[in-house]
């Protein structure tokens, strides 16, 4: 059982999940290259296996249990793309998925978990519910807690994202990747640190959901209370695993508003011609703010998932 993680453990990751992700592209944009005075690397994870990142983290670590502890099945809790990417693992591996979503989860993502054949609880969305109903369901049924972001093996997978997009987009000086719970961003840092020493890595979250921002200040974490904001994926404390790995290889963290998220979401849609969700929109949005100086600059930013409820697109809100 890993009590850290490594660059070892995330080559080791893509070695065991390369037949079972996509290799992702990377789109660039003169338009938006001109807009910031930089070059800017958007690795696409919204093409994805199940539209998100999170395919990878989860096929890491269900490919990682042993028979013994697989045979019992997976569980999580998730607001959506860890639950739709945990289904789809066990159903590669052919064991169950136990999936306990809050009542609001976007019905995009919950349709996603259902395809992929996850037996899906749901719970008051909030955190306190949804790991009581995690805890009663692997208590009744011996299944192996696979959670969104506060696991060694998850973490390990997101990075392998990383590991692409360096040798995609060689000599990378920045990289900026949204916050929530820290999975992604832990695993974007140590590969990028690992493999590209001097590179510096920034993480971006909702000013409604600034959890990381003071936690990171502070120097230690600060739970999340409230969280207010459109990016659904980042409604999320950072995981106690997370936050050392966070201290250690993270340069910064930056908040962005509520309008720049939805303002950097549009202009993508409308520049590079393709679906991204609120979370993903996060790191534009700080360099539509100038939260972070990437003049001159070599940026990579993770595009983390493309999974947007058609029906309630931010911009046409009322």
């Not at 990378?172 to 999975?183: K, N, W």
Request: charged content about 20%; overall charge neutral; glycine content about 8%.
């Amino acid at each position: 059982m890993n009590t850290t993680l490594t660059l070892t453990d995330i080559r080791a990751a893509h070695a065991r999940i390369v037949d079972k992700i996509h290799r992702t592209p990377v789109l660039t944009s003169a338009t938006l290259d001109a807009l910031c005075g930089s070059q800017l690397f958007f690795k696409c994870e919204n093409f994805q296996k199940i539209g998100a990142f999170k395919a990878r983290g989860a096929a890491n670590a269900v490919f990682s249990l042993t028979d013994a502890e697989a045979a019992r099945g997976v569980a999580t809790h998730s607001s959506g793309n860890h639950a739709a990417a945990l289904a789809r693992a066990a159903r590669l591996r052919g064991i169950p998925a136990h999936i306990v979503m809050p009542s609001n989860a976007p019905k995009t993502k919950i349709e996603s978990v259902r395809r992929n054949g996850g037996i899906i609880v749901f719970c008051e969305p909030t955190l306190v519910a949804r790991e009581a109903e995690c805890a009663r369901i692997i208590a009744e049924t011996g299944a192996q807690l696979v959670h969104p972001f506060d696991d060694y093996a998850v973490m390990a997978g997101q990075g392998t994202a990383t590991l692409e997009l360096l040798e995609q987009a060689p000599e990378l000086d920045l990289i900026i990747v949204p916050v929530g719970g820290g999975g992604l961003l832990c695993g974007t840092a140590v590969a990028a640190k690992g493999a590209r020493p001097g590179i510096r890595v920034i993480a971006a979250e909702p000013a409604g959901a600034d959890d990381a921002a003071r936690s990171f200040t502070a120097g230690h974490i600060i739970p999340l209370e409230r969280a207010s904001t459109v990016a659904d994926g980042l409604r999320t404390s950072l995981g106690e695993r997370n936050f050392p790995l966070i201290q250690q290889h993270v340069d910064g963290v930056v908040t962005v508003s509520e309008e720049s998220i939805v303002a950097a979401m549009r202009r993508i849609w409308e520049v590079l011609k393709i679906i991204i969700e609120p979370s993903c929109a996060v790191p534009y949005a700080a360099i539509m703010e100038q939260k972070i100086n990437v003049s001159g600059k070599r940026v990579g930013i993770i595009l983390t998932g493309g999974n947007v409820d058609l029906d309630a697109l931010p911009w046409l809100a009322k």
